[in-house]
């Protein structure tokens, strides 16, 4: 007897789900290294600074009979303690344990909150280009994207007016990172304000993305990026996310958490957490241990990262690429002199090599909401060596001059 079999397929959303444009070419990048090149990753956010000793040590030191589960929200004393960090950042937030949940990583942060604030037919409004994930967890929940363009003529300043201009009826809260990425834009407190009282007047929530906070250049040390946690008005509206992974360098432990003064969209997150379980047991510990880093490792690192800036911004410009110093974050975001930076970067990675070297980018243009835009763009994490950076736009000016030549196939 002939069984009929019914046809199984994965879902519209699952098959639309978009691919992350930072990760795209990674296939491309292991065949080469597979064939021996040497390949200088410029794609990822992963930092090359060296962790803190202390989470390292907390890892070596963790010595329980059972690693068990730990509370759905994060271990308390780590809630109690990321609220004493808070609190140096805003006077008068009153930031305290219960207005906290641990998270796997920044990114669950990030998914929490789109999730408390949001509901199918919604949307979120983002100033473009922006991280990607907010488009990817806007796909996932059922909710729109709608963005407001900056550009780099003006280095992509962000005008609250314009935002507040962007709204739709379905626009629910926006989403801006401070310092950004993959613009480096440190927002002002001015800045800042007119968005909480744009926010305010038009009844929306602010997720703000402050995992750069530390990483701010040009300023006296010690500077960190304003936080919304600071501004007047702002309980009741404001979602900080964060992360240990570029704080410290320490972006396998998965540790983040969602700071927020509203009790509903705290108890949304809590019960979204309840759902996951549990945050990473041991990581906790070590973010903890990460609290007790001194100043000194951020004004070291924080010199470090504006010399990097400052080398690949000269690497640039003796290739003819007139990039503005971005402000914060370890990103520059980079027009090239090409029609199609998808093809060129895929090009590059796979086929090009000077001297047996190549280099991984992040293709812009997915960083965009608007069709076209940043179809000519790339973006570079200067999380290498200064040695290495000179050397990547030695590289990259050798490719471009060889794929504007008509050598490539």
């Not at 207005?99 to 983002?126: C, H, K, Q, R, Y």
């Not at 990473?280 to 070291?300: I, N, R």
Request: charged content about 20%; glycine content about 8%; hydrophobic content about 40%.
């Amino acid at each position: 007897m002939n069984e009929q079999m019914n046809t199984i397929a994965a879902s519209k959303r699952g098959l639309n789900a978009p691919a992350s444009p930072i990760r795209s070419l990674a296939a491309l990048a292991r065949k080469s290294v597979d064939r021996g090149v040497d390949v200088l990753f410029l794609n990822i956010g992963q930092p090359d600074i060296p962790t803190p000793r202390g989470m390292i040590d907390a890892y070596r030191n963790y010595d329980e009979t059972v690693l068990a589960y730990a509370p759905s929200d994060g271990f308390v004393e780590y809630r109690e303690a990321l609220a004493t960090y808070y609190n140096t950042l805003a006077d008068g937030a009153g930031i305290d344990a219960d207005n906290i949940v641990v998270t796997v990583g920044g990114s669950e942060a990030l998914l929490f909150a789109m999730a408390a604030v949001t509901d199918p037919g919604d949307s979120v409004l983002v100033c473009e280009p922006y991280y990607t994930n907010y488009a990817g967890y806007a796909h996932l929940l059922g909710i729109g994207v709608d963005a407001v363009t900056t550009t780099p003529d003006n280095s992509y300043h962000i005008d609250p007016a314009e935002v507040e201009a962007a709204i739709t009826p379905t626009t629910k809260a926006i989403v801006i990172p401070s310092p950004g990425n993959p613009t480096g834009v440190v927002l002002t407190t001015d800045q800042l304000d007119a968005l909480v009282d744009v926010c305010r007047r038009h009844g929306l929530f602010y997720i703000a993305d402050e995992v750069y906070r530390e990483f701010v250049y040009d300023e006296p040390t010690g500077t960190r990026a304003p936080s919304i946690l600071n501004c007047d008005g702002s309980e009741e509206i404001a979602i900080v996310i964060d992360s240990v992974s570029k704080r410290y360098s320490a972006c396998g432990a998965r540790v983040g958490c969602l700071v927020t003064r509203n009790n509903d969209i705290r108890t949304a997150a809590l019960h979204y957490g309840q759902a996951r379980l549990s945050p990473a047991t041991v990581d906790q510990y070590a973010g903890l241990a990460a609290l007790d880093t001194p100043a000194t490792y951020f004004e070291d690192v924080v010199k470090e990262y504006t010399a990097r800036r400052n080398v690949l911004v000269q690497g640039l410009a003796d290739i003819g690429i007139t990039v503005a110093s971005p402000k914060g974050a370890f990103y520059l975001a980079v027009a090239l002199p090409v029609d199609d930076a998808n093809a060129f970067s895929e090009w590059m990675v796979s086929e090009f090599s000077l001297e047996n070297q190549t280099i991984c980018v992040a293709p812009l243009e997915g960083f965009y909401n608007t069709p076209g835009l940043g179809r000519n763009e790339i973006r570079m994490a200067y999380v290498l060596d200064q040695a290495k950076l000179k050397r990547c736009t030695e590289i990259l000016g050798a490719a471009l001059k060889a794929w504007n030549n008509g050598q490539p196939t």
